[in-house]
């Protein structure tokens, strides 16, 4: 299976997902969601329903006139009776709706995707003329505070590295494993660190996608895009290492050119890999929780630190709105001229 098959199953998988839910949902949806199918990917019209749900279930609990209804049964008089209180009231709700596992940054992101679900859907209604006014369009989004990078150090990086290569700090049990997957992890996560690709994008490279010719690999990126992205030479040995050991296996039938294979021979999935970058990171760094999406940032920030580059960074890490980019690094530019301020002395102390 390569990336764009791969992605195919996914988009696949979350089409089938949306199906079921839109058998629970408001008649109107179906129209909605076929509306808004050519401008949006499948995981995002997924996300949209399950948000709505949210909203849906809000109106039939704290709204008097809708007492008795079902979620299925919500028509769209009952959108139009939607007041601009009705939504207040619910974005007040989401600060509290399922925050004991989420931090203050994670609910404002939640609250503000679930914001984006319903403007979405009232725009859509209101361009239909299926309701008379587009209330959603009202609310506010919420503000959003500065999210601080959590990202590895540069001598966390070295130790990670050798760590994933020797092993010698991980439990007993853990060597045991380690011995067999070595070559395997230290390409992965060497991959992650040195190119920056997404989880997702990673699981899904075959033997077939690489290039060393060039020090490059094709990827299918968010969206469907397709790029070629080019990885260092420290990248380039961990790659070599790990094919040679590759090419010893014999992989479960339709994974035979899948690039990383777990213990029992078949592609790697996002979990497990997400579990083997914590299991690494945790004993290099216990007080920061390291996922792959760290690693990126890792490698963002490196990159933005040397070339000083925004829109270099934005179009390696494959973001499609520069501003994304801007938000999560640019910061790092203010911070840096702040320390510059100090090391300036117009006259001598004294």
């Known amino acids: 299976m390569n990336n764009a098959n791969y992605r195919l199953q996914q988009d696949q998988k979350h089409t089938l997902a949306l199906r079921e839910l839109l058998t629970q949902m408001p008649a109107f949806c179906e129209d909605f969601f076929r509306g808004i199918h050519d401008e949006t990917l499948p995981l995002t019209r997924l996300n949209y329903a399950r948000d709505l749900n949210i909203f849906f279930d809000f109106l039939l609990e704290f709204k008097p006139s809708l007492a008795g209804k079902r979620r299925r049964d919500l028509d769209l008089a009952d959108m139009a009776n939607v007041t601009l209180d009705d939504l207040e009231v619910f974005m007040d709700h989401l600060t509290y709706y399922e925050r004991e596992n ?88 060497s991959l992650l660190l040195g190119t920056g690709i997404r989880v997702s994008e990673c699981v899904g490279l075959n033997i077939s996608d690489l290039d060393f010719s060039i020090n490059g690999f094709r990827v299918v990126r968010k969206g469907g895009a397709a790029a070629i992205l080019y ?105 840096n001229r702040r320390v510059a301020a100090h090391k300036i002395h117009l006259r001598d102390d004294g």
């Open 102 to 189: 989420k931090s203050l940054m994670d609910r404002e992101a939640a609250k503000e995707r679930k914001l984006s679900a319903l403007r979405s859907l009232f725009k859509y209604l209101f361009k239909k003329q299926r309701i008379p006014s587009n209330v959603a369009a009202l609310v506010d989004m919420p503000k959003r505070h500065e999210k601080v990078i959590t990202r590895l150090e540069v001598d966390e990086v070295a130790r990670l590295l050798d760590l994933v290569e020797d092993g010698e700090q991980l439990t007993p049990r853990q060597r045991s494993f380690h011995q067999q997957t070595k070559e395997r992890d230290l390409a992965l996560i």
């Open 231 to 335: 990885f260092p030479t420290e990248v380039e040995k961990a790659l070599r290492a790990y094919l040679e050991k590759r090419e010893q296996m014999q992989a479960q039938p339709g994974h035979e050119d899948a690039l990383f294979l777990s213990l029992q021979k078949k592609r790697m999935d996002v979990r497990s890999v997400q579990n083997l970058v914590k299991k690494y990171a945790r004993v290099i760094t216990p007080l920061k929780n390291i996922s792959p999406h760290k690693l990126r940032s890792t490698f963002g920030t490196n990159l933005y630190n040397e070339t000083g580059d925004i829109y270099l960074v934005a179009d390696v890490l494959g973001h499609s709105d520069v501003n994304t980019t801007r938000r999560h690094y640019a910061a790092m530019s203010d911070e």
